[in-house]
C-alpha cells in the first residue's frame, strides 16, 4: 500500500510556501499586472484644505504621502516603506505608519521613527499654489 505525504510534511510545505511570498505581494507590481504608476508632474493631487494639520494622506495610486507637519507646511513623501517595500497604511499621531512590520516615519522629514525600517522616506516633490496640491 502506497502511503501519501504526512500532516507534518504537508503543513512544513504549506509554511514555506508562505514563507516564500512573504511581502512581496506589497509594494512590488513589477510582475503583478497592477496598473499603478506613479504620478506625473501637473497631476491634481488634493487640496489644501484635504491634508489635515498635524496629519497627512496616502494617495495609493500616485505612490505618494502629502503631509502637513505645521500648518501651511505641506510635505511629500513615498508611500513605500523602505523596509521590505510595502505600502504605508496610514498617517496618525505625527507619523506616516507601515502596519507590515511596525516602521513608522516622521510626517516632517520622512525620518524612521520606530523600526525595523532604517531609512527615512524618499521624499517626492509637490507644488502649492492656492488651494491646489501638485506634483512637481
Do not use: W
Not at 503543513?11 to 510556501?17: F, P
Not at 509594494?27 to 497631476?43: C, T
Not at 513615498?78 to 496610514?90: E, F, K, L, M, Y
Amino acid at each position: 500500500m502506497t502511503q501519501g505525504p504526512t500532516r507534518r510534511t504537508v503543513l512544513l510545505a504549506t509554511g514555506a510556501a508562505a514563507l516564500t511570498v512573504g511581502c512581496s505581494e506589497y509594494g512590488d507590481d513589477s510582475d503583478s499586472g497592477s496598473s499603478s504608476v506613479e504620478a506625473s508632474a501637473g497631476q491634481e493631487l488634493a487640496k489644501t484644505g484635504d491634508i489635515p494639520v498635524g496629519g497627512g494622506k496616502i494617495f495609493p495610486d500616485e505612490k505618494i504621502v502629502v503631509t502637513q507637519p505645521t500648518e501651511g507646511d505641506f510635505k511629500a513623501f513615498s508611500n513605500i516603506c523602505t523596509h521590505q517595500q510595502c505600502p504605508v497604511a496610514n498617517v496618525t499621531d505625527g507619523t506616516i505608519n507601515c502596519t507590515c512590520h511596525g516602521s513608522k516615519f516622521s510626517i516632517t522629514d520622512g525620518a524612521v521613527q520606530n523600526p525595523p525600517a532604517t531609512k527615512p522616506l524618499p521624499e517626492k516633490q509637490i507644488k502649492v499654489s492656492g488651494d491646489s496640491i501638485t506634483v512637481a
